[in-house]
């Protein structure tokens, strides 16, 4: 008899949660115009996703702000000193 799940897992061990918990998906599509500003960012840069942490950092504020996601200082997110400008800066490098 075999003691893993149905798919080869333990079923004996318990799942550990993400870091930063659980949060809603955006079923109402709130921040759409968001995420695909830093989708679309991301496909013009060859996906070099420095070029676009102002989108990123935008889309996050929008999911704060809408109660996606639980309100975090953005230096906290890795965000601190992140502007506009800067993005600007490094894509006419």
Avoid at 10 to 34: A, M, S, V, W, Y
Avoid at 35 to 60: A, I, P
Avoid at 62 to 77: I, T
């Amino acid at each position: 008899m075999s003691t893993g799940g149905a798919f080869g897992g333990n079923r004996g061990l318990r799942p550990i949660p993400p870091e930063k918990g659980i949060f809603p998906l955006d079923h109402l599509h709130q921040c759409d115009t968001e995420k695909k500003g830093y989708l679309d960012c991301l496909k013009s840069s060859g996906h070099k996703s420095e070029q676009c942490r102002h989108l990123s950092k935008t889309y996050l504020e929008c999911r704060m702000a809408k109660n996606l996601m639980a309100k975090q200082d953005m230096s906290e997110l890795g965000f601190s000193g992140v502007t506009e400008l800067d993005s600007i800066v490094e894509k006419e490098r």
